[in-house]
Each structure stands twice: as C-alpha cells, then as structure tokens.
C-alpha cells in the first residue's frame, strides 16, 4: 500500500547512545517531515526537507541531524540521546513545488516511539 | 509567527451528543486550514481541509469552515459515535517562501472520548 514507513516502531535507549530512524514513502512527494509528539504540546517540527539534497530546522531542531539520502528516504539521527528525547516520532509527506499554489495534504507514518533512560 | 490554538480536552460526550472543539489561527496570508485526526496507536490522518476564505470542509460527518473575519476553523459535528473517540489537531500551512514547499503548524490537540 501506498504510504510512509517508518522503522523502528518502538526503541528505548540509554542516556548517550545514538541512534537513526528510518523513514521512506512511495508517493513520489517532493517534500519530507520530522515531527516530534509530546503531550500537551501537540506537533513540533523537527526538520523538513522540500526537495532531494536539501534539509531546513524546523521548530526543535537541536540534538538532531537529518539526512534526505533521496527522493523516497528521509533520516532522523539522535547522535547523544537525552532523556528529553523520550518522544513519539513521526515522519510525514507532502507534495509541493513551485507550481503548486495551495499546500498539500500531509500523509503521516504510524510513528516511532522512543524511550531514553 | 503563525501559530494555532484550540480548546483544552479532554472532551467527554454521550453518544449523539452535538460536538464543537474550536481552533483558532493566527497568520500572515492567506494559509490552508486542516484538521487531523489521530486514533490510538496510530499516526494522524487527514479529517477535512479548507484552502480559502468562507470554504467549507466536510468529511464523516465532520465539518470546519475557514472565517477569515474571526479568524476560526472550528470542527463541528452534529451526532458523535463511540467510533469517533480520537485525538483531533487543528493545523495551517505556513509557505517557504524560498523554496515552493509548505511547512505546517499544529495545535496541541483535544482529545475527545465519546461515551456509549
């Protein structure tokens, strides 16, 4: 089925480990999302990428790297994971360009949750 | 910056209770509104949208109006179901002026829970 995939569905990890999650979609959409999900806080943006080769800070941004390897896959690093990282993740799709004039739905994977000690 | 807010939850009804989580925006422009719905376990998925002024959104019963005036997109439904006990988030869209692409802002989210 057409859709994103995020892998792993649940992580814990201890204080300074490190670790990457996976994301790919199948709908050729240009642009990719990183969001994190805390309670009482809704959804913060943790990166974007608008196109392949490119990446932009969202919202939260420190303590994480991405990597938007192509046009399908875009990657959440955690290089020193941190109690404060305990969160649910989530990737997200979007068509857009400069032709598109409205923004576009936003497809989300199921989600990540990860626990760090 | 542009931002979103709605109403505190959670929200508790009975069944075939009339239902109102208000969302109000605030922004430069002119965005599109969502709402998304999110049921337990799983990643959020689009309810309904409106992309201009006075546009109505309707989806499962659900629907939103974008005022501009009061600058609103409150979720309505007029007779909830148990199966409709979720999360729901009001977002807009915020354009990238640089690079044709949108990011997209959310509210906190109400939680509602529909009682049989």
Known sequence: NAGVTQTPKFQVLKTGQSMTLQCAQDMNHNSMYWYRQDPGMGLRLIYYSASEGTTDKGEVPNGYNVSRLNKREFSLRLESAAPSQTSVYFCASSESGATILKANVLTFGAGSRLTVL | ?116
């Open chain 2, 1 to 116: 910056g542009n931002s979103v807010t709605q109403m505190e939850g959670p929200v508790t009804l009975s069944e075939e209770a009339f239902l109102t989580i208000n969302c109000t925006y605030t922004a430069t422009g002119y965005p599109s509104l969502f709402w998304y719905v999110q049921y337990p376990g799983e990643g959020l998925q689009l309810l309904l949208k409106a992309t201009k002024a006075d546009d109505k959104g309707s989806n499962k019963g659900f629907e939103a109006t974008y005022r501009k005036e009061t600058t609103s997109f409150h979720l309505e439904k007029g007779s909830v179901q148990v199966s409709d006990s979720a999360v729901y988030f009001c977002a807009l869209s915020d354009p990238v002026s640089t690079s044709g692409t949108y990011k997209y802002i959310f509210g906190t989210g109400t939680r509602l829970k529909v009682l049989a």
